[in-house]
């Protein structure tokens, strides 16, 4: 009887906590997903700046690369273990290579505030070539551990 009531614990105890994981996963995937997103509109507004489609605003441009800079800070906590199954097009090499995969954020941060710190001043040729420094980033990164 007593044994019946440990074990049942234990049972409830490990699908608890299973499920407790699961959902931790899926709550990690979408915070980095939707941090990516905002990353992602931001920098889409800087692109088309530099390919002319809209007209350059030297104070939209500064707006959107701050932007980018503060929420290349967030994306890396929402790897967390486990969270290469789901509704992700994070490849689970990342896992495999957290190591590279941290290196590969850590530039994309360092260029992006350089890119904040260039914004600052209104230059569009400036602004231009450090878009392009950052955008090498995230590609280098996406080419490695995102699925198409
Ligand atoms: C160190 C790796 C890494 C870097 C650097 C990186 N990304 Fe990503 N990005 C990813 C991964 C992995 C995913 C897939 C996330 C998922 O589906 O769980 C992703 C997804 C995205 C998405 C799609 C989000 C969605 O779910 O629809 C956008 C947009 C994006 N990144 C923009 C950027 C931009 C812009 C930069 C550069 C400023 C950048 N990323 C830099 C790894 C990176």
Redesign the pocket.
């Known amino acids: 009887m007593k044994k019946n009531l440990i074990l049942g614990l234990l049972i409830s105890a490990f699908f608890g906590s299973s499920f407790v994981i699961a959902a931790d996963a899926e709550k990690a ?1 979408k915070y ?2 939707g941090v ?2 905002v ?2 509109w931001n ?1 889409g507004s800087m692109a088309a700046m530099v390919k002319g489609k809209i007209p350059f605003d030297a104070n939209v441009f500064a707006r959107n690369a701050e932007i ?1 800079a503060f929420m ?1 800070q967030l ?1 890396l906590e929402g790897f967390v273990e486990g969270s290469d199954e789901g509704d ?3 490849r689970p090499e ?1 896992w495999l290579n957290m190591e590279d ?1 941290e290196a ?2 850590k530039k ?1 941060q360092k260029e ?1 505030s350089a890119l904040a710190e260039i914004s600052k001043k209104g230059n569009f040729d400036a602004s231009k070539s450090q878009l392009k420094e ?1 955008g090498a ?2 590609k ?3 080419d490695d ?2 699925n198409k």
Do not use: D, E, L, Q
Request: glycine share 8%; proline share 4%; net charge positive.
């Open positions: 995937i980095r997903r990516f997103n990353m992602g920098f980018v290349s994306p992700t097009k994070a990342i995969f590969k954020m994309m992006v950052v980033t995230c280098g990164c996406h551990y995102r």
